[in-house]
């Protein structure tokens, strides 16, 4: 029985793109539509086998969606990868979904330096991408390395097992064991649930150590739905058993997808917007690389951008002035009442001492 797609939302809500990445046969576009509930992304058409031999460049086609989780209303953008890994090179792949990423970014950075904005325009930034690794059960490639190492600069990337199901459950366990090792050893900056000890709270620390715990996602898709026990779910038959997708010990679907499209959808943007399009935007503006062929920026609004650099930079110098001062102020209001618990410590002990002479009998 084929899952049904979720109701469209008339009203779109919050702006989310997820770019997905991997070789054919990875399970990018089953575990899209799956996440989606509908048919959002094509399934690969096998040509003739005469023609098999013949390359094809990599795409990138974005495709949106409207979402509802928990009562949040999504407008998800899919960016999907076909041809990705294809071909015996794949230094193009790299370089277009790097160019692809950037595009995005000028983009937006011509829309800010404009003197009039546009109410229409639309930000396509890329918020996460799930770079899904086939199940070899071995250790990463070349090409698993290279590509988050170039990605990480310019996006979240989440490390993804497709397919999952083809492996045993310690399989998994150990493949995930050294695939964290390579990123580790490789320093390749993924997106790994961050959090801080002394500024946030210990339920969320806790949430962030159990979904760090499970990278790489390993995960499993079905665009069927299956009768199990009188409930139709999502899952796959096979000749040894049923593997149901939103199972926590067969999946971590569910995981995975509460947390990009709900508990740490916000955290992706931020970082997107406040972290990786700011860095990607000083190293732009300082290096005067700005080029309005390629961001449509006018010439005159060009000449606005050695401004923009200043005004930034005095915004940050303020900010941080105005926080050691308050940090300053803190420190003083501590010893000053430091001193004060001290100085009526003292008048006490003075107080018991004087009480003490005169009622000495001596």
């Not at 989780?69 to 071909?87: H, K, Q, S, Y």
């Not at 916000?266 to 080029?291: F, H, M, N, P």
């Amino acid at each position: 029985m084929p899952i049904t797609g979720r109701r469209r939302n008339k009203v779109k809500g919050i702006q989310f793109t997820l770019m997905v990445v991997g070789t054919s046969g990875t399970g990018r576009t089953t575990f899209v539509n799956t996440l989606c509930e509908s048919a959002v992304l094509e399934h690969k058409a096998y040509e003739a086998p005469e023609n098999a031999h013949l390359e094809e460049n990599i795409k990138i086609k974005p495709a949106t969606v409207d979402l509802e989780e928990d009562g949040l209303r999504i407008a998800l953008t899919v960016v999907d990868t076909p041809g990705f890994g294809d071909n015996i090179s794949n230094e193009d792949s790299f370089q277009q979904i790097v160019t692809y990423l950037e595009r995005q970014y000028d983009d937006i950075l011509a829309e800010q330096t404009r003197i009039r904005r546009n109410p229409r325009f639309r930000d396509n930034r890329v918020h996460a991408l799930l770079y899904f690794i086939p199940p070899t059960g071995h250790a990463l490639r070349e090409m698993d390395i290279e590509l988050m190492r170039r990605l990480s600069p310019r996006v979240n990337v989440i490390p993804v097992i497709g397919k999952a199901d083809s492996l045993t459950r310690s399989e998994v366990q150990a493949f995930k064991k050294r695939i964290m090792e390579d990123i580790e050893f490789y320093e390749i900056p993924i997106y790994n649930f961050p959090y801080d000890v002394e500024e946030d709270d210990e339920e969320t620390i806790q949430e962030n150590m159990e979904l760090r715990s499970l990278l790489p996602f390993a995960v499993i898709g079905s665009e069927d739905e299956v009768e199990i026990d009188g409930e139709y779910v999502r899952a796959r038959i096979y000749p040894w058993g049923i593997a149901e997708i939103e199972n926590p010990k067969h999946s971590d679907f569910v995981r995975l997808r509460s947390a990009i499209l709900g508990s740490h959808l916000g955290d992706l943007k931020t970082l997107t917007e406040d972290v990786l399009y700011e860095t990607y935007r000083t190293e732009k503006l300082s290096k005067g690389q700005a080029d309005p062929r390629h961001s449509q920026i006018l010439p005159a609004e060009l000449a606005n951008q050695s401004v923009l650099i200043k005004e930034d930079q005095l915004r940050r110098v303020e900010e941080k002035l105005h926080e050691s001062e308050l940090r300053a102020q803190r420190e003083i209001n501590e010893k000053m009442q430091e001193l004060r618990a001290k100085e009526e410590t003292l008048r006490h002990m003075e107080s018991r001492l004087a009480n003490q002479e005169h009622g000495s009998p001596y």
